[in-house]
């Protein structure tokens, strides 16, 4: 199974400033990811597919790069409610696996 | 709008079974797969099943794999998901998910459609 390594696993930021959240693929998963942003007591919400995508209604402040084995995720201009936790997901094949999460905290 | 909600959460003894709904509107819903996630209180995200929209096609997360069926009926709009010999482990919030793109074709990928969860807590 591929596994997904994240991070850092937390991170302390203030607003308006630019985070890089990293997440390495145990073996090649061509642009198979995607990321999420989960707050407390909520389902996650889908931020990026296929490695870069938007999401239809994501702010363009978040953005991701990355291809086979290492990507990115980074949110520019950081408003307060970015802060949460963020996973990133493997789609290349079964079973997936997300990573450990990244906690975003002011 | 797309809407998923589970249900059949609540507690259970360890060794016993329970059987999860996702009840999904909003979309052609035999066209699309539906992913099962989960998460232990305070912890992450676990994938753990993925079934097809013909219902033809199943996989598993290793962790529940022989233990968890998933099953749809694709007239009812509902996806199920019956976990047998249950242990303190799979305590956790259940959520289902709507598939990126109909027939399974492309990415296979949980939307932005998710349900609000349903917490199973296995205890004694």
């Known amino acids: 199974d591929i596994q997904m390594t994240q991070s850092p696993s937390s991170l302390s930021a203030s607003v308006g400033d630019r985070v890089t959240i990293t997440c390495r693929a145990s073996?090649?998963?061509?642009?198979?990811l995607a990321w999420f942003q989960q707050k407390p007591g909520k389902a996650p919400k889908r931020l990026i597919y296929?490695?870069?995508s938007l999401q239809s209604g994501v702010p363009s402040r978040f953005s991701a790069s990355g291809s086979g084995t290492e990507f990115t995720l980074t949110i520019s201009n950081l408003q307060p409610e970015d802060f949460a936790t963020y996973y990133c997901l493997h789609h290349t094949g079964f079973p997936l696996t997300f990573g450990q999460g990244t906690k975003l905290e002011i | 709008q797309v809407q998923m909600e589970e249900s059949g959460g609540g507690v259970v003894q360890p060794g016993r079974s329970l059987r999860l709904s996702c009840a999904a509107s909003?979309?052609?819903?035999?066209?699309?797969?539906i992913h099962w996630v989960r998460q232990p209180p305070g912890k992450g995200l676990e994938w753990v099943t993925y079934?097809?929209?013909?219902?033809?096609?199943?996989y598993y997360a290793a962790s529940v794999k022989g233990r968890f069926i998933v099953s749809r009926d694709n007239s009812k709009k509902t996806v199920f998901l019956l976990m047998n010999s249950l242990t303190e482990d799979d305590t956790a919030v259940y959520y289902c998910?709507?598939?990126?793109?109909?027939?399974?074709?492309?990415?296979?990928?949980?939307?932005?459609?998710w349900g609000q969860g349903t917490l199973i807590t296995v205890s004694s």
């Open positions: 296929g490695s870069w």
């Open positions: 073996q090649g998963i061509r642009n198979d």
């Open positions: 079934i097809s929209h013909d219902g033809n096609k199943e």
């Open positions: 998910a709507k598939d990126h793109g109909p027939g399974g074709i492309g990415w296979v990928v949980p939307s932005d459609d």
């Open positions: 909003g979309f052609t819903f035999s066209n699309y797969g």
